[in-house]
């Protein structure tokens, strides 16, 4: 096959031997949050091209899904981006209806929403954890925002009986109901968050070594984030309205007010803010969903759990992950595994600009530039 | 002002640490594992196990070795061989049950879809995860001698699951006993039935031959009923 | 604004540029996402159609995929006029054609500025066989990069025009196609403590090679 040389140092620092100084950072550092590489060219401390590596950690989740059943995928979806299990599963049982055209009773609804708010938030709050780490404030901010998210995957943990692997969503709903005294426990959560909220803005964002750490650092604008298809905080924070719950209007997110925050600059600060304000948000849909919720079935009475097979067709759906679009296409030849499986990973995407963003910077501006992207490698290698 | 930022930050900081050790509202998050140890959630799952019934486990195991759920396992980690001979289930039934029954927890990944499936209440997830072992082939392939726990432990992990569990097996035994019964009453009515034909049908027949017959089996009345013309 | 049918954008799109081969893939599922499949050399300046007229403004490529499909024997049912015992009847028939395989790119375009989509667009190859080319849309849409080199990478469809194809998720040195439908997997067997089915086969072959080899 004929495809293109891979590009060198030699083609970027012509005449310049021994100058640069090229670097592979990780497959192993603490940095690239996983087994991420990224080859940079130095020129002193100054990044002059940067390529990002992956595929550490790739198993062809699409061809196993190929050869497994529509419903022996969904706990491999737990598996793509391991913080949000619970987004992954309703993203796949999305495309999965839309496919075989089920309902989603009234219940599930209400759960899929409140479980999917508390995967945002969980994710929020470890990202801005994650954040503080890669910018050198070791352990403490990361530590409170792990105690926080305990809370909530103590929640999950009773509701679906795994923390991280949940596993909760099936065709046409959920795979159980909530367990008693689950919603007063998820209330009382629900309302002790902002506390913790105002502790990390009180801790952070207002601190001078934080502002000066990354305001303007990792500059994204919004022609080139529309075009380079980035989703999620990292696009908002360049000031583009596109928020899949408002644009699509899935499950019942149109029933609740809640405001999409907008960045202005596209920097990390930016997309640390958008973080902050959108958790508060989540919790402003969250608390009238828990006390609305009403009894009912929660799952399609006519979704069969064995031998489930669409009709021959395709479809495509997506929902707005704590990531950003994620989409899963399916095309059905009526059998009971999917034909084509096909999953849109948003933190694969967003990594197309790291290396717009970085050139030019430093290195350890490039370090936070990748810890604002948000990626899981289980999502971006698949 | 230059600073403020900063010196904020430190009072939470120092809040915090003050506060988890007086603050009972928010006290320390961590516990000392293993000396002390938190009580699994009720839905927590960890690994499956199989279901029995009676005092010796092989004999009182639930499953019928359908092998649905080795069907279903996403990774395939199940593997069952059937029996030859049949032995009788809860409901009183024949069924097969499984020689083998081995589950690869090395492999499995615990997503509870073997459960899901299941439509015999035979396998159900536990919440054990203390399973280390050094053998990391052998020592995590589970054999049904391992696999087989009673039906009290599974009331004790999961009482609200397993009280539907129970409810919706004492309907199925109900049911059987119901079929059973009726199955009974059912022949005895048809054999009743039959008697009485063929009593009718010895009536008008030739005497002598009747009264002795055997027990009436369904074939009597065609051939009593065929006796008349010929007398 | 709700976006026009799968006919108008069609139309507009032939009207728009000329010679470009568009047909319209039905899609029966209850979702009825319907899609356009394009021709090969035109597949750039339709995109860029597509890209930019006004009324359409599909300024975000959200997915990018690729699809093989094997040669495949269609059977359909027509009913055909016949003559049975010298009376004409309508007798129905079943119809087999040969279907040439292909592979498939597949782009899902939304509008970021006018909140509509999606409009898919499709690339089909006229065969199977190395090499097997469509155009890159990677000049128009930035987010095609990194799916079609991934694209490239499982499915080995070489895209024209793009400024960096290489693998992205298996390692330089591979020399396979992983998803593409005939791919057979190598024979790396390793110690599974449950094999059963094909797995118990290929175990014991390896058992086999080992006893002979000691
Ligand atoms: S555990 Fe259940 S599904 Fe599996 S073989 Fe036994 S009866 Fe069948
Ligand atoms: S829990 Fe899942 S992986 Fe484990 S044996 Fe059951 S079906 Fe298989």
């Keep these: 096959m004929d495809a293109p040389a891979n590009r060198t140092v030699q083609s970027v620092g012509q005449g310049r031997e021994g100058e640069l100084l090229e670097v592979a950072m990780g497959p192993q550092h603490p940095s690239t949050h996983g087994v991420f590489r990224m080859d940079v060219v130095l020129d002193g401390e100054t990044v002059v091209k940067l390529k990002p590596v992956f595929g550490y950690l790739h198993r062809n989740h699409e061809k196993i899904a190929e050869n497994t059943s529509y419903l022996g995928s969904m706990p491999y979806t737990d598996r793509l981006d391991y913080f949000c299990s619970l987004s992954n599963n309703w993203a796949y049982a999305l495309s999965v209806e839309k496919l075989a055209g089920l309902q989603v009773p009234e219940r599930a609804e209400y759960i899929r929403l409140i479980t999917a708010e508390l995967t945002r938030v969980l994710n929020h709050t470890c990202l801005v954890g994650f954040l503080l780490q890669d910018m050198g404030a070791l352990g403490t901010p990361l530590m409170y925002a792990f105690r926080e998210r305990e809370k909530i995957l103590d929640l999950i943990e009773s509701l679906t009986g795994a923390r991280m692997m949940c596993n909760y969503m099936r065709f046409g709903g959920c795979r159980c109901d909530l367990p008693a005294g689950w919603l007063d426990e998820a209330k009382k959560v629900v309302a002790e968050y902002p506390r913790f909220l105002d502790e990390f803005d009180k801790l952070l964002s207002g601190n001078e070594i934080l502002m000066a750490r990354t305001q303007g650092v990792g500059k994204l604008s919004a022609e080139l984030a529309i075009s380079a298809g980035i989703t999620g905080p990292m696009l908002r924070a360049s000031g583009v309205d596109y928020d899949l719950r408002k644009v699509d209007n899935y499950g019942i997110y149109s029933r609740y007010p809640f405001r999409v925050p907008l960045g202005d600059h596209g920097d990390v600060y930016d997309r640390y803010m958008i973080r902050m304000l959108e958790m508060r948000e989540s919790l402003k849909l969250l608390e009238p969903a828990l006390n609305d919720i009403p009894d009912g079935p929660v799952v399609d009475p006519k979704a069969k759990l064995r031998g489930f097979r669409p009709k021959p067709g395709e479809a495509y759906g997506r929902i707005e992950s704590p990531k950003g679009e994620l989409g899963f296409h399916l095309i059905s030849d009526g059998s009971p595994n999917p034909y084509r499986y096909r999953v849109r990973p948003p933190s694969l995407i967003n990594l197309t600009i790291l290396e717009d963003m970085c050139l030019g910077q430093t290195i350890a501006d490039a370090v936070i530039t990748l810890g604002s992207v948000d990626i899981v490698l289980g999502e971006v290698d698949r | ?231 | 604004m709700p976006l026009e049918t799968i006919e108008q954008i069609l139309a507009r799109a032939e009207a728009a540029v000329p010679g470009a081969q568009l047909t319209i893939v039905k899609n029966d599922s209850p979702c009825a996402q319907h899609s356009l499949a394009v021709d090969v050399e035109h597949a750039y300046a339709v995109a860029q159609f597509l890209r930019d007229d006004p009324q359409l403004r599909l300024d975000y490529c959200s997915n990018v995929t690729g699809v093989d499909y094997l040669d495949a024997e269609l059977s359909e049912k027509v009913k055909v006029k016949k003559l049975v015992d010298g009376v004409e009847k309508e007798v129905e028939e079943v119809k087999k054609t040969q279907r040439a395989g292909y592979l498939e790119a597949v782009y899902h375009l939304y509008s970021m500025a006018l909140k509509h989509g999606p409009v898919i667009l499709r690339q089909r190859t006229p065969g199977r066989a190395d090499p097997v080319r469509v155009t890159s849309l990677t000049p128009l849409w930035r987010s095609a990069e990194f799916q079609e080199r991934e694209v490239f990478d499982l499915y080995g469809v070489l895209f024209d025009g793009h400024p960096d194809l290489r693998r992205i998720l298996m390692w330089d040195g591979f020399k396979d196609y992983p998803m593409r439908k005939d791919y057979v997997e190598p024979d790396d067997y390793e110690y599974e403590p449950t094999p059963h089915d094909e797995v118990l086969a290929r175990a014991k072959a390896h058992q086999a090679a080992r006893e002979v080899g000691a």
Excluded at chain 2, 148 to 163: D, G, M, Q, V
């Design chain 2, 1 to 231: 002002m230059l600073g403020t930022g900063i010196l904020k930050g430190m009072a939470v900081t120092a809040k915090n640490f003050v506060g988890s050790y007086h603050d009972s509202e928010h006290p320390l998050t961590t516990s000392e594992y293993p000396e002390q140890r938190i009580a699994p959630k009720e839905n927590a799952r960890q690994f499956p196990f199989l279901v029995h019934d009676t005092e010796d486990a092989m004999k009182g195991l639930r499953c019928v070795a359908c092998q649905i759920c080795e069907k279903e396992c996403p990774p395939q980690c199940i593997y069952i061989v059937k029996s030859k001979d049949k032995r009788a289930d809860y409901k009183g039934q024949m069924q097969l049950y499984p020689v083998t029954f081995d589950i690869d927890l090395s492999v499995c990944m615990s997503c509870q879809i073997c459960v899901e499936v299941c439509p015999f209440e035979a396998i159900k997830m536990d919440t054990e995860f203390e399973l280390s072992n050094t053998d990391r082939f052998g020592g995590l392939l589970v054999n049904k001698h391992q696999l087989a726990k009673p039906n009290e432990h599974y009331r004790k992990i999961h009482p609200t699951e397993a009280a539907v569990s129970d409810a919706s097996l004492a309907v199925e035994v109900a049911k059987a006993q119901a079929k059973a019964k009726a199955d009974v009453e059912a022949k005895a009515k048809a054999a009743a039935e039959a008697k009485a034909k063929a009593e009718a049908a010895a009536a008008a027949g030739p005497i002598g031959t009747a009264p002795t017959a055997p027990a009436p089996k369904p074939t009597a009345p065609a051939a009593a009923s065929a006796a008349p013309p010929a007398a």
